[in-house]
């Protein structure tokens, strides 16, 4: 079975400083990593993902994340928050091995930048 | 130019009524969703359809019955509405070909039950 998780319900950053969104994942074969954000009253968008390859994947909007298979986490990124990042970050495993189209979420984890 | 839309945007109705959404994608995708998002803002699958084929038949109540006329469509319609249904329901797409493809989610559909 698939399963994901998001340890913060709620992370505070000051504007211009990094922040990190934090996930980690269980899986059986290898791992399909997804980060969304999703902004008040709208539906989810994409952001990045990991599939195979170097371990830091950028994305959209200045994010990155960084895969690492020992820790199994999927961390989300970035340099320099903006009080527009501000929103609800999910992150989602697919698992390979397993054959499904399924896509397992997190319970979200809101972002909040201050200015 | 929206790539995935839903109607309506909200919806207000009384318990024990029928009521369906619907579901478009103008974007070629050959797989369609529909998640719920409950009051925690927690993420559950529902159904996923790939090439009108049911594929995701997670564990909802029957009174939840997707339809898929074809590729670009995908609608929930819903019997019996009771109070626990309110919820926010997104529909997705993506190009189910391969398992590692994002998805596109459209701007949900507001349930409110009364």
């Known amino acids: 079975a698939q399963s994901v998780a998001q340890p913060e319900d709620q992370v505070n950053v000051a504007e211009g400083n990094p922040l990190t969104v934090k996930c980690t994942y269980s899986v059986s074969g290898n791992p399909y990593l997804f980060w969304y954000v999703q902004y008040p009253n709208r539906g989810l968008q994409f952001l990045l993902k990991?599939?195979?390859?170097?371990?830091l994947v950028k994305g959209s909007y200045g994010f990155e994340a960084e895969f690492n298979k020992s820790q199994t986490s999927f961390h989300l990124k970035k340099p320099s928050a903006l009080v527009s990042d501000s929103a609800l970050y999910f992150c989602a495993v697919r698992d390979s091995g397993a054959g499904s189209y399924q896509l397992t979420f997190g319970k979200g984890t809101k972002l909040s930048v201050i200015p | 130019d929206t790539a995935v839309s839903q109607t309506p945007k909200y919806l207000v109705t009384q318990m024990g009524n029928d009521k369906s959404i619907k579901c478009e994608q103008n974007?070629?995708?050959?797989?369609m969703y529909w998640y719920k998002q409950d009051s925690k803002k927690f993420l559950k699958i529902m159904f996923s359809?790939?090439?009108?084929?049911?594929?995701i038949n997670e564990t909802v109540p029957n009174r939840f019955s997707p339809k898929s006329p074809d590729k670009a469509h995908l609608n929930l319609h819903i019997n019996s509405l009771e109070l626990g249904d309110s919820a926010v329901y997104f529909c997705a797409s993506s190009q189910g070909g391969s398992f590692h493809n994002e998805q596109f989610f459209g701007p949900g559909t507001r349930l409110t039950v009364l």
């Open positions: 359809y790939n090439n009108k084929e049911l594929i």
């Open positions: 990991y599939i195979t390859g170097d371990n």
């Open positions: 974007l070629g995708h050959d797989t």
